[in-house]
């Protein structure tokens, strides 16, 4: 292990975490996806299984080359980044790979594989907004030069994704409001924000439940909205498989392979994965999952607060918590906390390129943490 350690830098502790995450995912995942192996590939689970790990060792050399690279680097090229994103999504609200009422994919030539480009948008967002915030430290106060060049990129990319994936949209407008609360942008012009946004979703609201059929997303977000208030069973179906695998769990679970409602949950190893993995190893590991998740937050604030730059602290914090409140919201869904949404499991949900992006994320977490690292040993050694 202490071979390891040398070739791999910044917070160990993080990368015990997602060594940890992985190998919960590689178990769940096996097990999951029993049903779409029979109506896929004849039953043949081991073909996603195989997938799954050749996706996760790839993800693990993301963050490894990730993290090696300065992260200053990411600041140069977010910019490059958010103007790639604004036609990226364009081009997949008109021509994208439509699954699920939404046209969330691109189809990457010659491969057969599909991201979603929100992913690849998310990512850039964050990065620039931590990048703008330590540009203009002396003039967030001023709304024009200071505040609108940072929250239009915001309103843009979030508009743009907001269409096809409400969830992701709000949650990556809600993170990029704490970033730059964090970074110190003048609060009366959060507030503004906030309202408008607040009022906005409530208009928007209004004109899902008086025009459902608007397109086939709305109708889907009223039914969903009215589901969950109301908890209509007949309509629930999802939510309520969820819950019955939660309960039959129990402390310990049914053990590795054991879950029943993994015949009966159509996003079993995705959407859901939170579901089955509590059905298996039980009350006990679905704290162990929180706990882990809640862990990453925290190192990732102390990378965040030990880094002398503004840019990497808040690029630090910004990434740790999208990632931890995507979990928390994957979580809350299938505990019925919160209506259902598409938002997977970070590092656990069986997936393709969105584990790269999380590994890329995650990467550059660890990237912030390194230079942190030698930037304490240069001045210790300076002071002996």
């Known amino acids: 292990m202490k071979a390891v350690f040398n070739y791999i830098k910044g917070d160990k502790v993080i990368w015990v975490i997602v060594l940890l995450l992985s190998l919960v995912s590689v178990l769940v995942v096996y097990s ?13 689970a081991g073909y996603f299984l195989a997938k799954h790990l050749i996706i996760i060792l790839f993800g693990f050399l993301l963050i490894y080359l990730t993290h090696n690279i300065k992260y200053t680097f990411f600041s140069r090229v977010s910019q490059v980044a958010l ?6 999504l364009l081009f997949t609200l008109l021509k994208g790979v439509n699954e699920g009422n939404a046209n969330r994919w691109l189809q990457i030539p010659g491969t057969g594989l599909t991201f979603q480009t929100s992913d690849f948008a998310k990512l850039a967002l964050l990065i620039y907004v931590a990048r703008m915030l330590a540009i203009k430290q002396t003039q967030l106060s001023d709304f ?3 505040f609108l060049p940072i929250i239009i990129p915001v309103i843009v990319i979030c508009g743009l994704i907001f269409p096809s994936n409400f969830s992701t949209a709000f949650l990556l407008f809600v993170n990029c409001m704490c970033i730059m609360f964090i970074g110190k942008a003048k609060m009366t012009h959060l507030f503004i924000t906030v309202g408008v946004a607040v009022a906005f979703a409530g208009l928007f609201l209004l004109l ?12 889907t977000w009223k039914s969903r909205i009215e589901n969950f208030s109301k908890g209509d069973k007949a309509d629930n179906y999802q939510a309520d498989q969820a819950m019955i695998a939660i309960a039959t769990g129990g402390p310990l679970g049914k053990g590795p392979g054991n879950s029943t409602q993994k015949n009966f949950l159509p ?9 089955i993995l509590v059905e298996e190893y039980g009350t ?32 630090a914090i910004g990434l740790s918590l999208n990632l931890v409140m995507q979990a928390l919201i994957n979580m809350c869904v299938a505990v019925h906390l919160i209506p259902v949404t598409g938002q997977p499991l970070p590092l656990v949900s069986m ?24 930037t304490t040993v240069n001045i210790a050694t300076a002071t002996t």
């Open 267 to 275: 996003q079993a190893s995705s959407d859901f994965i939170y579901s």
């Open 284 to 315: 006990v590991m679905a704290v162990m999952i929180i706990f882990l998740y809640l862990t990453f937050l925290y190192r990732g604030v102390r990378i965040a607060t030990r880094n002398p730059k503004t840019f990497g602290s808040l690029m």
């Open 351 to 374: 997936g393709g390129t969105s584990i790269w992006f999380t590994s890329i994320a995650v990467g550059i977490i660890l990237s912030v943490s390194r230079e942190t690292e030698n």
């Open 208 to 219: 899902v439940f008086a025009f459902p059929h608007i397109n086939n997303r709305v109708s």
């Open 32 to 44: 999951s996806v029993e049903t779409l192996a029979y109506r896929s590939h004849s039953g043949n």
């Open 144 to 146: 024009k030069n200071g």
């Open 83 to 88: 103007y790639i994103s604004v036609p990226l």
